[in-house]
């Protein structure tokens, strides 16, 4: 089955510090970007940090310097270290795959998402 499983979530005191994991399966996972989205409740879904087959990685201007996206092509997993937690970062947590590596989560751009992880902080 083509499928993205997160985990990694979990609750943490603010200034603490988490790494959420993301496995693929089931299709060509190196050859695409990977994305950590985030929604938190009553809110709309936002780009925390992306990363394309390069490695290239772009992150929202609220978790720079405090987040790094990261992935092992070898283990078909994108990671999200999170450092200096703040209350605000408390959301589910998603990762999805696309062909280009943009922080907005349109539908047509990542066409495949996990069910995401609960972060609270």
């Known amino acids: 089955d083509v499928q993205l499983v997160e985990s990694g979530g979990g609750s943490v005191q603010a200034g603490g510090s988490l790494r959420l994991s993301c496995v693929a399966s089931g299709y060509t996972y190196s050859s695409y970007c990977m994305g950590w989205f985030r929604q938190a409740p009553g809110k709309e879904r936002e780009g925390v940090a992306v990363i394309d087959s390069d490695g290239l990685a772009k992150y929202a201007d609220s978790v720079k310097g405090r987040f790094t996206i990261s992935r092992d092509n070898a283990k078909n997993t994108v990671y999200l270290q999170m450092n200096s937690l703040k209350p605000e970062d408390t959301a589910v947590y998603y990762c999805?795959?696309?062909?280009?590596?943009?922080?907005?989560?349109?539908?047509?751009?990542?066409?495949?998402w996990g069910l995401g992880t609960q972060v609270t902080v």
């Open positions: 999805a795959t696309g062909t280009r590596a943009i922080m907005v989560p349109y539908p047509w751009e990542y066409n495949l």
